[in-house]
């Protein structure tokens, strides 16, 4: 079965512009979450959607926000780009969220 | 707070002998361990996973074993394949948060 879409896989956006990033889940996944990896900083939590509700979040500004569809599919939001939102943002599903993510390839971002 | 570490950023093996990728964690409240390896310009992929239940769970070549009271857990590899070069990552998580914390990564390089 297919895996875990990402899309675009590269941006390159402006400072102050903002972007939105795809990930639809593997079929069936009714959770999604999105990370964002920065070099010597790991995967950072961003958020967790189930069913459209979030369920949790990371600390990461109100500038970056996401949302789910009734298909599960989900969207992430960044406004007012900075130089330090340049990292790889990667989705990941899974049947229920409690066990075991599979990830997508990630949409590597680069702000200018 | 880095509440996952992961203090060696790099490793090397030569094949056939055996890897072992070493996780702390600070949260007492972790029951859920997983560890996923990543090649570049991918999304990271599942390898093997314990509950806090367990102190050891083993797939093939692979097995993590958990020590509770030193919130410590380990990824062994036996034996080491040139394959297996990549970032590791341990991650954790408490049961109904839907949240992982992943440590930053080990960089294993396997010698042929």
């Known amino acids: 079965k297919a895996g875990v879409t990402q899309t675009p896989r590269y941006l390159i956006k402006t400072r102050g512009q903002q972007v939105t990033l795809s990930c639809s889940p593997i079929s069936g996944h009714r959770s999604v979450s999105w990370y964002q990896q920065t070099p010597g900083q790991g995967l950072q939590f961003l958020f967790e959607y189930f069913s459209e509700t979030q369920r949790n979040k990371g600390n990461f500004p109100g500038r970056f926000s996401g949302r789910q569809f009734s298909n599960s599919r989900s969207e992430m939001n960044v406004s007012t780009l900075e130089l330090g939102d340049s990292a790889l943002y990667l989705c990941?599903?899974?049947?229920?969220?409690?066990?075991?993510?599979?990830f997508g390839s990630g949409t590597r971002l680069t702000v200018v | 707070d880095q509440q996952v570490k992961q203090n060696s950023p790099s490793l090397s093996v030569q094949e056939g002998r055996i890897s072992i990728l070493n996780c702390d964690y600070t949260?007492?409240?972790?029951?859920?361990f997983l560890w996923y390896k990543k090649y570049p310009a991918e999304g990271p992929t599942f390898l093997i996973s314990i509950s806090s239940i367990k102190d050891k769970n083993e797939d093939g070549r692979f097995t993590v074993f958990l020590n509770k009271s030193a919130k410590h857990l380990s990824l062994h590899i036996v034996p080491s394949q040139p394959g297996d070069s990549a970032v590791y990552f341990c991650a954790a998580s408490e049961t109904g948060t839907y949240k992982y914390i992943f440590g930053t990564g080990t960089r294993l390089k396997v010698l042929a």
């Open positions: 949260n007492s409240m972790f029951d859920y």
């Open positions: 990941a599903s899974s049947p229920l969220g409690d066990y075991g993510y599979t």
